[in-house]
């Protein structure tokens, strides 16, 4: 079956530090991986759309220069958080896409910012 | 633009009646609509998803009916039980993979 992990499940990291999760795709081939965020008692923001051999899209809010991802090949991806705050705290989900409609979570990287 | 709209915050309910959480959608495109269950400390998983020949998706005993003419994607089940208590998010979909989350329903279902 499809599956999606993500690692670090939990980190911690000093406010002003940065910290890298990845997300790897198993048993499907990732055509796009979408980056989402959930802030405590919040739905799920969209940060970013990675589509292979495409420009990475941010959404408004988001820059490449907080949150720079690399999506090297069709099964994995990763996102670095620059310079975390305590309003960067929360839920990190990667979302990939086989092609078809389907979206496949990971279990998230939750950050705590201290 | 493009949103998803979920007016229930929380929705409380006795076990063994019936459950309808409310979900409509603003998009110029014609999207695919899903529900997420999200269980405690967990990752969102796939409940349903919608059917461009308007099928009537259905999983674990809930479903939903995406109509147009009202930009609605309802979830319903006749029957709650216990082990339904948790965040029900409904999310617009297009070609492309990203998907528009709802603010998020949840529900609590009690004895």
């Known amino acids: 079956g499809a599956l999606v992990y993500q690692y670090p499940r939990r980190t911690i990291c000093k406010s002003g530090t940065s910290m890298r999760m990845e997300c790897q795709a198993v048993g499907f081939q990732a055509t796009s991986v979408a980056w989402y965020r959930q802030s405590p008692q919040k739905t799920f923001e969209l940060i970013a759309l990675?589509?292979?051999?495409?420009?990475?899209?941010?959404e408004q809010n988001f820059t490449q220069e907080k949150f720079p991802i690399s999506h090297p090949n069709l099964s994995f991806s990763s996102m670095t958080v620059l310079n975390a705050y305590l309003e960067d705290r929360g839920l990190y989900l990667c979302g990939a896409r086989d092609g078809a409609t389907e979206v496949f979570f990971g279990k998230g990287t939750r950050l705590t910012v201290v | 633009g493009d949103s998803v709209t979920q007016t229930e915050g929380l929705v409380t309910l006795t076990e063994g009646l019936p459950v309808m959480l409310n979900c409509t959608y603003q998009s110029t495109y014609s999207p695919f609509l899903f529900w997420y269950v999200q269980h405690l400390n967990e990752a969102p998983k796939l409940l349903l998803k919608s059917f461009t020949d308007n099928k009537r998706p259905e999983h674990q005993g809930f479903h939903a009916t995406l109509h147009k003419s009202s930009s609605s994607f309802h979830l319903q089940k006749s029957s709650a039980q216990l082990s339904d208590s948790a965040l029900y998010y409904c999310a617009w979909g297009y070609n492309q993979g990203k998907l528009i989350f709802g603010q998020g329903t949840k529900l609590s279902i009690k004895p």
């Open positions: 990675s589509t292979v051999n495409s420009a990475i899209k941010y």
